[in-house]
């Protein structure tokens, strides 16, 4: 049973950093696309970045986060800095078994249960 486990959220004040981290159990997603997303209250779901072999980001976090992977370990990582109170979300690691970008939460077959960040001003 494939299982995504995300860890590292809490509660930082504006400008500050987070590491979001996603271990993956059941299979490896080596070679495969592994993505965050995030979702707040009220809000739909929304693609933040994703990797396979290289890396994707929405325009509101470029050059402030970095998706990473360490395949030995099947984990996924997101380093979050520069954050601001609209980051405000709970984040959530997506991952799926077919190939090609992917940016739509109907695209992934497996998540995590979600990390709560929240950001004070």
């Known amino acids: 049973q494939v299982q995504l486990v995300e860890s590292g959220g809490g509660l930082v004040q504006a400008g500050g950093s987070l590491r979001l981290s996603c271990a993956a159990s059941?299979?490896?997603?080596?070679?495969?696309?592994m993505g965050w997303f995030r979702q707040a209250p009220g809000k739909e779901r929304e693609f933040v970045a994703i990797?396979?072999?290289?890396?994707y980001y929405a325009d509101f976090v470029k050059g402030r986060f970095t998706i990473s992977r360490d395949n030995a370990k099947d984990t996924v990582y997101l380093q979050m800095n520069s954050l601001k109170p609209e980051d405000t979300a709970v984040y959530y690691c997506?991952?799926?078994?077919?190939?090609?970008?992917?940016?739509?939460?109907?695209?992934?077959?497996?998540w995590g249960q979600g990390t709560q960040v929240t950001v004070s001003d």
């Open positions: 990797i396979i072999w290289n890396t």
């Open positions: 997506a991952a799926d078994l077919r190939a090609g970008l992917r940016y739509l939460p109907r695209q992934y077959d497996y």
């Open positions: 059941g299979r490896t997603f080596s070679g495969y696309p």
